[in-house]
């Protein structure tokens, strides 16, 4: 047995976690601390049971309690744990090449690192050293879209929007930002998605008209930003942010660090508008976080400014490629793929809308439902004509996030703003109506107190 007790006293005092206030943590009597996860459903110490909703940070795709993934990693371990320097490992190379094979289009190479914030500052830095190789070394800018996360450290940090950014300047140079293509709150006032979608596209094409063409190295982007609670572009967007980086020259970066593997109802989120990016990265569900690793994988043509041996791209990283984590990788996808777990995404996630949809009748707070596959949002607004959020002072937030855990659900509200949902996809219909029905009484409580 776990004396809980004694854990949270202890994390209190040694251990720092992810955006968490330890004053706050001490005050609600110690962190969460769970032991035993199945599926959707997971375990705290005291043996009460909550569904994670979010699967662990939008990445436990195939579940918890996968054993034969376990199994995967002990045989591996059990044979070589890792590799001589200038050596490689037979699981790393068939993981290289089943990524290369359930991509889109033809991106065939891949660069394994550990985390998403890795692998999107291994994609920078590729589309800056392509330019260079290709002799246009001025292009260094990147465009991201505001409301966007992409990772937390160097580059990618100033990517995207957010709030984790003030404690860090100086801001890292040439990091430009597009408007976020949110059917929702169109900043370019479109009223419909795809004039949303159009003017949104056709501001990253502006942005590169006033920056000059010959400085810009690359567009990142989501295909669905999680970050704006899985707010879905028209479907003009990507064929037009495609065209345009193709007529400028511009490489196109697809983060599917959260889309990826299943997430959207396609394998990756890409497929969804036959996008095929020139770099694309990826994480969370590429092991379903059994371990850490993540990838940046690009096209030949990419691929081919690297060839020869003053072209060779400078960077190494101790555990990226580890083979421990490949073998993890390939067997969680062999799990994704016979379990079709990437259409029940679709089904499943079509179904869970529905019924997400079905509780703003009685929930005025709620401003919008959207989402695709097992991407899913709520925006909260309050007053559905003028889409205004809910301030601090109503309380709003608060109680949603105290009625949350009441209802032992694992979701938070990003202050009452937004609730984005990515539970595992082995989730059933079954587990959807269970869900709903619980934010359904949470909803009504917090709303209670306006
Ligand atoms: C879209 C996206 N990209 C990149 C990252 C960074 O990944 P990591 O936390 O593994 O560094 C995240 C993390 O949540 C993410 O949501």
Redesign the pocket.
Known sequence: MVDTEQIRRSALEHLWMNDRDWVQMAEEGGPLVIVEGNGIRVTDSDGREWIDANGG???VNAGYGRTEIAEAMRDQMSKLIYFPQGSTTEPLVNLAAKIAEITPGDLERSWPVT??????ETAIKIARAYHKRRGEGGRYKIISRRG??????GA?LWAGGGGMREDYEPEYPGMLLAPQPDPYRCERGGSTPSECAVRCAQAIEELILFHGPQTVAAVLA?PV???SAAAVPGDEYWPLVRQICDRYGVLLIA?????GFGRTGKMFASEHWDLVPDIM?M??GLTSSYL?V?NAIVTTRVADAFAGEDSVFKQSLTFGGHPVTAAAALKNIEILETEDMVGNSTRVGAHFLEQLESLQTDHPSIGDVRGIGLLLGIEFVQDRETKKPFSPDSGFGTRLDEALKEQGLILRSAGGRTISMGPPLCMTEGDTDEVTARLDRAIGIAEKGL
Request: charged share 15%.
């Open positions: 940070y939008l990445s985390g998403g914030s890795e692998a999107n966007s996360y992409h990772g937390a450290l990618v989501e930003s999680a970050s983060d599917e660090v959260i889309n990265t994480a969370k850490p993540a």
